[in-house]
């Protein structure tokens, strides 16, 4: 059962020793409250995207350094319970890969929590029906190219049929919204906007431009690259009548077509930041807690989730944390730090 406890302060004992629990929410310094985390369940992937992955693919973390299922669900039954977190997204490294997957989805919906996942879609003709049968909610589909030759420079793979077809299963499994992710980068595939905001439209799945964030293995990522929120509007609005959508808490900023035939949402992480608003943490496939997608520093939870650490010490520990967080990442800014991880290391 899910309990949203009120504020209040607590004391308790744990093979650690004293522990005060101040909090029953994840609250940051700046009052910003956490309800959403996203999971990587895996470090690795069956792709190499130019802006997350090198060639040759990452040092893989071996398999004992990898959260278990057990261990993935007990920390997130600690969130959800105690803090009231109430959206749960899956990712990675590619999360398909990881074997028995829909067990996972089996356990963290038996939560009652909103459950999604970011996948590149392509295993999905094999796996969308059975992960909507364990619970699985929501899925957000990435594809930045309809080219054959450029989804190939892209992603280092030649899977864009696969990858289509991974849109339809999700789309014929019933899932709702099927979202598309689109890092969008300039010189590169910014000439296909329009023909994804077409697809979305035709398709009837939400298309989610991303801007090109400083997060590349090999760092290849530069300013001039980074299509920005404005252009990326400025060019849909040339072509369609597109109306704002109040802000949520998602991360996208939203537009819908004034003709009522779907909806577009930016992620605008470099030219608009929306730290302010974030709400968002962070477990990495290795048990790393982040509080930001940027951050510089860790906290090793996979240590107390093996040392016999009680859920108390585990939770005062996702609980200073998430106290220490910054006001928030400074990209474009001199003080700017990247994050000793990639993308694909740390979880999209
Ligand atoms: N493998 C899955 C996938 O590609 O959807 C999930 C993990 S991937 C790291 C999550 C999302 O991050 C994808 O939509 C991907 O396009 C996006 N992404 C990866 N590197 C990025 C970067 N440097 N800037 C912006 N988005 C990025
Ligand atoms: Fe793999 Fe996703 Fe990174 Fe592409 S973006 S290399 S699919 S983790």
Request: charged share 30%.
């Amino acid at each position: 059962m899910v309990q949203l406890w009120r504020r209040a302060t607590r004391s308790t004992s744990s093979f650690s020793g004293s522990v005060e629990l101040v909090t029953t929410e994840l609250i940051d310094g700046f009052g910003r409250v956490h309800h959403d985390l996203r999971i990587s369940v895996t470090d690795r992937c069956n792709f190499r995207c130019t802006y997350c992955m090198p060639q040759e693919g990452m040092e893989w973390r071996a398999r004992e350094e990898i959260l278990t299922f057990e261990e993935i669900e007990r920390l997130a039954r600690i969130m959800v319970e105690r803090y009231g977190v109430d959206s749960i997204r899956l990712t990675g490294g590619e999360p398909t890969v990881r074997a028995r997957l829909p067990l996972l989805v089996e356990k963290l919906a038996a939560l009652g929590v909103d459950l999604s996942m970011t996948t590149n879609g392509v295993s999905l003709p094999l796996l969308a029906d059975e992960l909507k049968r364990a619970g699985l909610k929501r899925l957000n589909i990435s594809l930045d190219s309809f080219r054959a030759d450029r989804f190939l420079e892209l992603t280092r793979r030649d899977e864009l049929q696969r990858t289509l077809a991974g849109i339809d299963a999700a789309l014929e499994a019933g899932f709702d919204p099927v979202k598309i992710n689109v890092v969008i980068m300039r010189g590169i595939n910014d000439d296909e906007i329009l023909d994804f905001a077409e697809f979305g439209r035709e398709k009837g799945v939400i298309v989610r431009f991303i801007e090109f964030m400083p997060l590349d293995a090999d760092e290849i990522w530069n300013n001039s690259l980074v299509v920005t929120q404005s252009e990326i509007v400025d060019i849909l609005g040339a072509e369609y009548d597109l109306e704002s959508v109040v802000r949520t808490s998602a991360p996208a900023t939203r537009w819908r077509y004034a003709d009522g035939k779907g909806e577009i949402g930016v992620v605008a992480s470099v030219s608009e930041s929306f730290c302010e608003s974030c709400d968002r943490v962070r477990i990495t496939a290795d048990g790393q807690f982040r509080s930001c997608l940027f951050a510089t520093e860790e906290t090793d939870v996979r240590a107390l989730l093996r040392d016999g650490s009680s859920d108390d010490v585990v939770a005062e520990a996702l609980e200073r944390t998430v106290a220490a967080k910054w006001a928030g990442h400074q990209i474009n800014q001199v003080q700017f730090i990247r994050p000793r991880r990639s993308m694909s290391e740390i979880g999209g």
